[in-house]
């Protein structure tokens, strides 16, 4: 079945308080993408994040973002007020997240709701926490910790917490009862949104794709309440760290930073942390974009004390026993193998035995440093097409930054004119290709420039911060956009179901009157 989406950060939402948040411009969303056809809604790591504010560092590979805890929602459920949200500064531009200010602003509101939550604790919370307190007793406890420390990473703690000595970790859980029990409410009131959100998208005919990154950051509970299953010291220290080798993007690599998994130690155990991990994941999405998947058949270690990632090697993964295992324990799941970057003939076969589809990003056609396979006549119909990643400039942005080469060579290969708009051109490349699924950032949708781009790789400080504003998200181009759908066959077949129900009711109150 040939499909399309949409890819939109939940941050990148509009929203009066800072951020974009799982409330009512979700759900504008969500009826957008229904008006334009759309089958999917894919969403970057819905995670809690650490230092530098990236959904691919995070304190928990089970845990929810509490930025994206609806402040609107909370104050009909009588946690807050409008008169507490409005009366904190959120920055002075509204199509950029200020993480500064949301920092101080939202945790010393959610505060608030939890004085008031604390004085009736629904039954629901309780049964919340018994049901997930295989990783949220640790991961409160872990962050409630962090905060004892002002913030420092667990690897700078005192021994007995940085090892769990029993009786420590006992007497902690005493302790800090009061900030355990707030970040537990924090997952619960995360939960209870998201799950509402996913079912108003799936009610509507929209499936949510999600993103897990391959790896976890160091400074988290995963590796805290795991050290066993990374590569660490005897005094837990990374032995060696996760990136990308220097290429023709980038002379030093790329340093990531993540620790490494013990893969022959998880192997012993059947790979129960990633089963766990994908478990969680089929829980909360409905189809899975794995990160990095070339790391599975192989990855680039790097010694943990280099600053850069020149030195690195690249050591065996796990390959397809992973993939049976998973499949053994959990059955099929949806997954796009992100299988981007330099691919060897192993990396190949890994893609192609697990059946995944794989990922061609129309940008990287032009490049001569990228092979032809990016080219839309070559693409095979099991993949999944973009104009461009939450790494890649917008469509309009490429046009004016890309070598003039490449740009003189898509102009003429996807026949891009100024009447049409280049962002158009470009997605009607992708929408007429054979491949089954396309998946178009918004930015492209909009026309907009490197001014909304998402990230630039190996660069800190000015990522993650784009936000839509509430006008830029019109009918026209939903219209626009069912109207190339429906051209190249990728309608999704609910959108048609409710727009015939929709005719016929208005038919009928015709006849009526």
């Not at 230092?51 to 459920?77: H, M, R, T, V």
């Not at 911060?465 to 019109?474: G, M």
């Not at 759908?485 to 015709?510: F, Q």
Request: proline share 5%; hydrophobic share 35%.
């Amino acid at each position: 079945m040939r499909t399309a989406g949409v890819l939109m950060p939940i941050f990148s939402l509009p929203s009066p308080y800072g951020i974009g948040t799982m409330g009512k411009e979700a759900r504008k969303f969500v009826d957008f993408l229904v008006k334009g056809g759309q089958t999917y809604w894919q969403i970057l790591p819905i995670c809690p994040t650490s230092y530098g504010d990236s959904p691919y560092q995070s304190f928990s590979s089970f845990a929810g973002n509490p930025y994206f805890i609806d402040l609107e929602y909370l104050c009909k459920d009588k946690l807050l007020t409008k008169a507490e949200c409005e009366s904190y500064d959120w920055g002075d531009n509204s199509q950029y997240i200020d993480y500064g200010k949301m920092y101080v602003a939202r945790y010393d509101l959610l505060r608030k709701a939890f004085a008031r939550f604390v004085k009736d604790m629904p039954k629901e919370f309780l049964d919340f926490c018994e049901e997930q307190k295989e990783w949220l007793d640790d991961y409160a406890l872990f962050m409630a910790l962090k905060d004892a420390h002002e913030g420092k990473s667990w690897f700078e703690w005192e021994k007995e917490l940085r090892v769990r000595e029993p009786q420590t970790i006992k007497k902690a859980y005493i302790e800090y009862e009061e900030d355990i029990q707030f970040y537990k409410m924090l997952q619960y009131l995360f939960v209870k949104q998201w799950s509402e959100l996913k079912a108003y998208a799936n009610e509507k005919g929209i499936r949510i794709i999600g993103d897990v990154p391959i790896y976890v950051a160091g400074d988290s509970a995963d590796v805290w309440t795991n050290p066993e299953q990374f590569y660490l010291d005897k005094k837990l220290n990374p032995i060696e760290v996760a990136g990308c080798p220097p290429d023709a993007f980038s002379e030093d690599g790329q340093l990531w930073g993540n620790p490494l998994y013990r893969w022959n130690v998880m192997k012993k155990d059947n790979y129960a942390w990633w089963v766990r991990r994908m478990k969680a994941m089929t829980e909360f999405y409905d189809v899975i974009r794995i990160d990095h998947f070339r790391g599975f058949d192989s990855y680039y270690a790097i010694p943990a004390k280099d600053t850069t990632a020149k030195n690195g090697k690249w050591k065996k993964g796990p390959g397809m026993k992973l993939f049976k295992q998973l499949k053994k324990e959990l059955g099929d799941m949806p997954i796009i193998a992100e299988d981007l970057g330099f691919l060897t003939p192993s990396v190949i076969k890994l893609v192609k035995d697990s059946g995944y589809p794989g990922m061609k990003i129309i940008q990287f056609a032009f490049d001569s440093r990228e092979g032809s396979d990016y080219l839309p006549h070559n693409y095979p119909t099991n993949c999944v097409v973009y104009t461009g990643t939450h790494d890649n400039d917008t469509v309009m942005g490429w046009m004016e930054t890309a070598p003039k080469e490449a740009v003189e060579f898509a102009t003429e290969y996807l026949n891009l004119t100024e009447e049409e708009g280049y962002n158009w051109g470009m997605m009607r490349a992708a929408w007429s290709s054979v491949a089954d699924m396309v998946i178009v950032p918004l930015q492209d949708i909009l026309g907009l420039g490197s001014e909304a781009r998402i990230n630039i790789p190996s660069t800190l400080g000015e990522n993650w911060k784009w936000r839509a504003l509430p006008e830029q998200i019109t009918e026209d181009d939903a219209k626009r956009l069912y109207r190339y759908s429906e051209m190249y066959g990728r309608i999704n077949p609910a959108t048609v179901v409710k727009k015939t129900e929709k005719k016929k009711k208005e038919t009928g109150k015709k006849k009526k009157a």
